[in-house]
């Protein structure tokens, strides 16, 4: 027999929010909701609209009050602002006219949260549903606890857009993949949020099918917030947030088919599928490095001597003339970058192929137009050298010394206009 003092001897209330995960996979709202209604998770019956015209036939289809939801990569969108109205990025409208007079205030125009940058997000599509009469909102999500290396439940009984000022109602329970959502749990979350036996049917279908959805998809987010109780006693998600495992990308294709990024990430995107990794940062010098440890030391030295590094870009292990090729082409497109270290230790990575692909990049794109310090150790580095000093490209000068090749890029770029 479950007891309550059993309960709270097995899960602790967690008073502070896990950390954020990193490198993974977001999706846009409507994208998430689709992904919910396949593992059969309740959600509203909604239309995606780009146009003002498309947003007024929907609301006139739906003949009622109506939902419209900027479609953008950040939370906060009901607290957020459009630089056109003034007005949120989650708006009621009664009728037709009022859908089209808010989606032309919303497309195109750039929404501010507290999570997109200070100059906002541009909007190019909203979604629409039908409004739901909220009864009662609720929190559910569930992710990876690093610490513990488990999955883990939070769940609270203050959803929505207030969720982070009442992280002290905010409750976390760890689970096993395996196990799934054990009575324990389930008695638990019925206790803490106040669900009747009959409401606790629903939720614990919830919760089953949101465990499915975070194994088979390789989640490392699925949010729920707000899931509502209506005033007709119906659990419905009224906004989702979905994240996955890059490492997934080879066996979650459909999903990551689905991928949007900001303009400013288009870039890292590309890169990403081309088996590259990188990193934007704000200052003018473009780095290329091989190693995560590498690139921290060269920001760390270029920013020692004076300079401020734009990016780094980590060519990792096996990377090919054509993924090489389409770095310097992004760092040569990039106005900010008016010089470029590159800083290559060959081990795995030989020397001498980065070198055949700098230089046959630097040809392909007419040169280099901004100074390029091009220092390599390593295997076949000295051969790689020669291979640099040998193309007589214009703006490109090799130096084998760590420092000396920071030094030398800093000094060759201009400072950082503030």
Known sequence: MITWRSITRTFQRSHVPLKAQVRQLSLLEHHSYNLLKEFKLPVPLGFLVTTPEQAKDVVSEINGPSMIKAQVLAGGRGKGKFNSDGKSGVRMVNSPNEAFKSATNMIGHNLTTAQTPADGLRVNKLYIYKAVFIAREFYLAMTFDRQHTSPVLLISSSGGINIESNVDKLHKLRFGISTGITDEIDAYVQAELGFSDAE????????????????????????????????????????????????????????????????????????????????????????????????????????????????????????????????????????????????????????????????AAATEMGGFKCPVVVRLQGTNSEKGLRLVEQSRLENLVVEAEFEKAAQMVVKQTPPVEV
């Open 200 to 359: 606790m049917k629903d939720i614990h279908r919830i919760l089953v099918q949101m465990v499915k959805l975070f194994k088979e998809k390789d989640a490392t987010l699925v949010e729920l917030n707000p899931l509502v109780r209506t005033d007709e006693g119906e659990f419905v998600c009224l906004d989702a947030k979905l994240g996955f495992d890059n490492a997934a990308r080879y066996r979650q294709k459909e999903i990551f088919a689905l991928e949007e990024r900001p303009p400013d990430e288009e870039e890292e995107l590309q890169l990403e599928k081309l088996g590259l990794s990188y990193v934007r940062l704000d200052g003018n010098i473009g780095n290329i490095v091989n190693g995560a440890g590498l690139a921290m030391a060269t920001n760390d030295l270029i920013s020692l001597y004076g300079g401020k590094c734009a990016n780094f870009l980590d060519v990792g292990g096996g990377a090919t003339k054509e993924a090489l090729s389409k770095g310097f082409e992004i760092l040569k497109n990039d106005q900010r970058v008016k010089g470029i270290l590159i800083n290559i230790y060959g081990g795995i990575v030989r020397c001498d192929m980065i070198a055949e692909a700098i230089v």
